[in-house]
Nanobody, 120 residues
Framework: QVQLVESGGGLVQPGGSLRLSCAASGIIFSIYTIGWYRQAPGKQRELVATITSGGSTNNADSVKGRFTISRDNAKNLVYLQMNILKPEDTAVYYC??????????????WGQGTQVTVSS
């Protein structure tokens, strides 16, 4: 059974920091591309950051210089370090794992999300 479980969300003041974690099970974690997405009420879900199996990362323009995605394949964990948080970062943050092969086709899994609220 595939499971992705996010943790680390909470309430933080503007300018503060949080580190989110995503724990994966039921997959060969090291071969998957992992992404963090977020969705605020009334808004579309948006991609925040991705990290490939080889460790290459990409960040959305809105979080460049503030957020860092990383992974620990030995522990089946991916992190999102969030610094200099802004009220507009408030959202539910979701972990996504994605992989595909010619014979097996795409594999795409989601966690249930963790709430991040940035407010004074």
């Amino acid at each position: 059974q595939v499971q992705l479980v996010e943790s680390g969300g909470g309430l933080v003041q503007p300018g503060g920091s949080l580190r989110l974690s995503c724990a994966a099970s039921g997959i060969i974690f090291s071969i998957y591309t992992i992404g963090w997405y977020r969705q605020a009420p009334g808004k579309q879900r948006e991609l925040v950051a991705t990290i490939t199996s080889g460790g290459s990362t990409n960040n959305a323009d809105s979080v460049k210089g503030r957020f860092t995605i990383s992974r620990d394949n030995a522990k089946n964990l991916v992190y999102l370090q969030m610094n200099i948080l802004k009220p507009e970062d408030t959202a539910v943050y979701y972990c996504n794992a994605r992989w595909s092969s010619y014979s097996l086709g795409p594999r795409d899994y989601w966690g249930q999300g963790t709430q991040v609220t940035v407010s004074s």
